[in-house]
């Protein structure tokens, strides 16, 4: 039976409730799952990836879209944060730096494993984009 309401939406507003004077309860609750999702894929790359002498196709495909997934997420977080208002400028701070921590560890790992290599990749690019 579907709801139509995930227990992540669900969480989601029982931050906003839970903290009605926080005017970033939500975006706290959203980096949280962001940080936990990190986490997770962290694990599954050394697992999966690193742990394996030549990752499938596939794998690599898996890892670039969960990559791509979770990089966007932190500059949707990122920007949320520059947009609101209230904050102190040493608290926008701190949390800006906590998202460009994780920002910095998941732009590594796609320079490590999706990055252009070689020279080949750009002269083949290089008629398209002319």
């Given at each position: 039976?579907d709801s139509g309401v995930s227990?992540?939406?669900?969480?989601?507003?029982?931050?906003?409730?839970?903290?009605?004077?926080?005017?970033?309860?939500?975006?706290?609750?959203?980096?949280?799952?962001?940080?936990?999702?990190?986490?997770?894929?962290?694990?599954?790359?050394?697992?999966?990836?690193?742990?394996?002498?030549?990752?499938?196709?596939?794998?690599?495909?898996?890892?670039?879209?969960?990559?791509?997934?979770?990089?966007?997420?932190?500059e949707y977080l990122a920007l949320?944060?520059?947009?609101?208002?209230?904050?102190?400028?040493?608290?926008?701070s701190g949390l800006m730096d906590?998202?460009?921590?994780?920002?910095?560890?998941?732009?590594?790992?796609?320079?490590?494993?999706?990055?252009?290599?070689?020279?080949?990749?750009?002269?083949?690019?290089?008629?398209?984009?002319?």
């Open positions: 039976m227990s992540r939406e669900i969480r989601a507003a029982t931050a906003r409730l839970a903290h009605p004077a926080d005017p970033l309860a939500e975006w706290r609750f959203e980096f949280e799952e962001w940080q936990t999702a990190c986490a997770e894929f962290q694990q599954m790359e050394q697992n999966q990836i690193v742990g394996d002498d030549h990752p499938a196709p596939l794998q690599l495909r898996q890892h670039r879209y969960l990559l791509f997934q979770l990089m966007t997420q932190g949320c944060l520059e947009q609101s208002s209230g904050l102190k400028a040493t608290e926008l906590q998202v460009e921590a994780f920002l910095g560890s998941l732009g590594d790992s796609w320079h490590t494993w999706h990055g252009e290599a070689l020279p080949a990749h750009r002269e083949a690019l290089a008629r398209f984009l002319a």
